[in-house]
């Protein structure tokens, strides 16, 4: 009893006990879960500040002028799609399938980047039909907001991209460093804010 | 074999030594000690800031300080007590021993731990090199918009912003960590309701820094993009609403109160059973009162902001829940009071500091109740009454609290006791001086005094009590001399304490002082709540505790020794210790290079690419490395 205690508490997952596999990655679990937690109120706090200014668009232009609700519909159904493809990434990842792994890994990756290429895109044409940083508060929450989103998305990126490095090693396990499920936490819960942020930022406002 | 054995039993008991062996380490042991450490610093520093503001404000016109220097330095007093004394403290108390009392050999995550300190001591020196950089914060600690976003030319802000921004991811990464840790890595037995009440305090806590740290988060990024990026968040002329950061601050700094003084009552609920020989009285409700504060404290920030003009709608409701927050308070200080109550009462200092803490936090408690009649808070408000009551709580509360703690638990650090006689005398003193310093500002205030002035005009009638004030302060430092003196000198000198030297009843007590690197020879099987307690002492028909056996080493003989020459290997557990790691402090040296980057932008743009690349150089390095090392026997 005490050993396993022992082993589960250090995260020895090369010991000859199988439990011990999934208890530490509990522990781990449990503080992605905390820290997503957190995120929830980091990104309540940006969504309230963008309620509180959506119409504070001085002489610059207004939601309903700006957004182009087809293009970002697209956008996001591409990051909802890499949700599924990180859900298969996680079960080829538990059938020890790894090339499968690899393969829907990066496919994650992409479609995140992807992503990340049409905020960019918006971005930039958003500046150009007159919407900056400094233009009203509008621009300013909006920006600060779905940058925000956008940042999180990126480290997302960077973190499956580290996972697919180092699956080729052989270095990807369960119980060190980078793991599937947990980023596969992380991602889903960044797109299920990014859903929220659609809603709210973009279909309520036109 | 035996010159092996020799070796490893140095290395197990002391771990080794030298400066990269502290800066690479992720024993939660070490890690507490460093906090602890660099807390007592900051708080020498704070304490000379708040000297020179009572010399400053000892007479009318004062002329030590002037306004910008004043400015300074009560803001930066305030930041440090708040940020860098009193979070830390409680960092301290709660790494090295929350492990320990759940029968736990480290945290969940001892490398994210190392990274947490890690981050905060570099937080701490970003925003003291202000001073050097264009001088220090001088928009009070709460930084009020549009105060803070107005003079962009001096980078005073900058650093306040950013630095308070690292404080709080280092709270956060250790709040995940300690939640995970309680979650998931109590020995067996340890179900939540037989967990000290430290632990629990210190469980909610983390729940608290975790929810209400992200909210001042993107405040300061608003506050900072304000002043950098040309947002307009807080630009009143331009539509952005100077409202939103008080409420955004308040919404995390009203829970942030609850974070400065739940560690220390978690302490001194520890400290009052050991000294009264009896259980903690009502240890559901004292920990339930906890969490219910917990869940209150989210909802009363708007008590901060009655003078802005929120309409009587908003003002009673939270005068009403700022009323209903003092109920679960009021609970705790019944049971304490409960629990000495028929107790054989030992007046050592720490349940001194334990008794002053109650008797401090009632004054604090009862005039931050009438802080909640909105008629009455408006009259208050800005005052030196407003000083008055956050010092009852945070000094008379938190910081006796932790004092109480040093003394209680200096003796499971270094093996020996600390002073008595000295720490009387530091006791008293402290005490007086405190009462001193503090007491009159009520009368100030409701004089009409105004905080966060340089100075006042003669003929106000103010002279006399801030006259006393500064005196208190004074004394006050000499009563921290006398600590110092007692600490230093007990390091050396003081009286050998053995394991148990309070007759303890939480598991710490059950080891050796100092503790061997992995806490526990056998990971503890836990029974009861103070379950070491129960190992020592049966009860009679009475209820009164029976020594179980007569104890000659102390409690050494109560938990299974280490193991002779016969049962030597087939008995033993392997023990896996983690790794000492120099990517944490790697990661976090980077974060701090890319925040003084983004202070000097466009050309520090340089540098956060460099500090940028450190920190994701130590994360990918730190994901890769095998966290522990090679196991042992004990």
Known sequence: MAEA????????????????????????????????????????????????????????????????????????FILLMSSLTMVLAHHAFHRHDMRRARIWILATATLGGLFLAGQIFEFTEFVHEGLKLSTSPFGSSFYVLTGFHGAHVAIGVIMLLGMFVLSLSGKLNHHEGLNVELVGLYWHFVDIVWIVIFTVVYLLQV | MAAVATSEASFVSTGPTGLWSWITTVDHKRIGLLYGMSAFFFFAV???????????????????????????????????????VVMPLAAAFTNYFLPIMLGARDVAFPRLNAFSYWVFFFG?????????????????????????????????????????????????????????????????????????????????????????????????????FDRNFGTLFY??????????????????????????????????????????????????????????????????????????????????????????????????????????????LRLKTPMLFALGFIAMFIIGGLSGVTHAIVPADTQQHDSYYVVAHFHYVLFGGAIFGFVAGVYYWFPKWTGRMLSELLGKWHFWSMLIGFNLAFGPMHILGLNGMPRRTYRYPEGLGWEFWNGMATLGTVLIAISFLVFTWNLIRSLRHGEPSGPDPWDGRTLEWSIPSPPPVHNFDEVPIVQHLDDFWHRKYAE?????????????????????GPPDDSEVDEHRESIHMPSPSYYPVAASFGLV???????????????????????????FGWATEPSQREPYYV
């Not at chain 2, 700094?253 to 220390?264: F, K, N, Q, R, T």
């Not at chain 2, 917990?294 to 009587?312: E, I, K, L, N, R």
Request: hydrophobic residues 55%; contains cysteine.
């Open chain 1, 5 to 76: 205690v022992v082993h589960d508490v250090l995260g020895d997952g090369h010991g000859e006990h199988g439990a011990d596999h999934h208890d530490m990655t509990y522990t781990r679990k449990a503080a992605m879960w905390v820290f997503l937690g957190s995120e929830c109120m980091f990104f309540g706090a940006l969504i309230s500040t963008f309620l509180l200014y959506r119409s504070e668009t001085r002489d610059g232009p207004t939601a309903t002028e700006i957004f182009d609700i087809p293009f970002t519909s697209a956008s996001s």
């Open chain 2, 540 to 560: 009679d028909e009475e209820g009164r505790p029976v020594r179980l056996q007569p104890v000659a080493g102390g409690a050494s003989t109560v938990i299974t």
């Open chain 2, 46 to 84: 704070g304490g000379l800031e708040a000297m020179l503001v009572r010399f400053q404000l000892a007479s009318a016109d004062g002329t030590v300080l002037s306004a910008d220097a004043y400015n300074q330095l009560f803001t930066m007093h305030g930041l440090t007590m708040v940020f860098l």
């Open chain 2, 235 to 344: 630009e009143a002329a331009a539509g952005g609403d100077p409202l939103l950061w008080q409420h955004l601050f308040w919404l995390f700094g009203h829970p942030e109160v609850y974070v400065l003084i739940l560690p220390a009552m978690g302490i001194v609920s520890e400290i009052l059973p050991t000294f009264s020989r009896k259980p903690l009285f009502g240890y559901a409700f004292v920990v339930f009162a906890g969490a219910a504060i917990a869940f209150q404290g989210f909802g009363v920030w708007s008590h901060h902001m009655f003078t802005s003009g929120m309409g009587p709608l908003a003002e009673a409701g939270f005068a009403v829940s700022t009323m209903l927050i003092a109920v679960p308070t009021g609970i705790k200080i019944f049971n304490w009071i409960g629990t000495t109550w028929g107790g054989v």
């Open chain 2, 124 to 224: 701490g020196i970003f925003l003291y090199s202000s001073f050097v950089l264009g001088g220090g914060a001088d928009g009070g600690w709460f930084g009020y918009a549009p105060l803070s976003i107005e003079i962009v030319e001096v980078v005073r802000m900058d650093f306040w912003a950013l630095g308070l921004q690292f404080l709080g991811v280092a709270s956060i990464a250790a709040s995940a960590n300690f939640i995970a840790t309680i979650f998931t890595m109590r020995a067996p037995g340890m179900t939540l309701m037989r967990m000290p009440v430290f632990v629990w305090m210190s469980l909610i806590t983390a729940f608290l820094l975790i929810f209400s740290l992200p909210i001042i988060g993107v405040g300061l990024f608003q506050v900072f």
């Open chain 2, 593 to 619: 290079v890319a925040s003084y980057g983004l202070v000097y932008q466009p050309v520090g743009f340089i540098a956060v690419a460099i500090g940028g690349v450190i920190a994701m150089w130590a994360f």
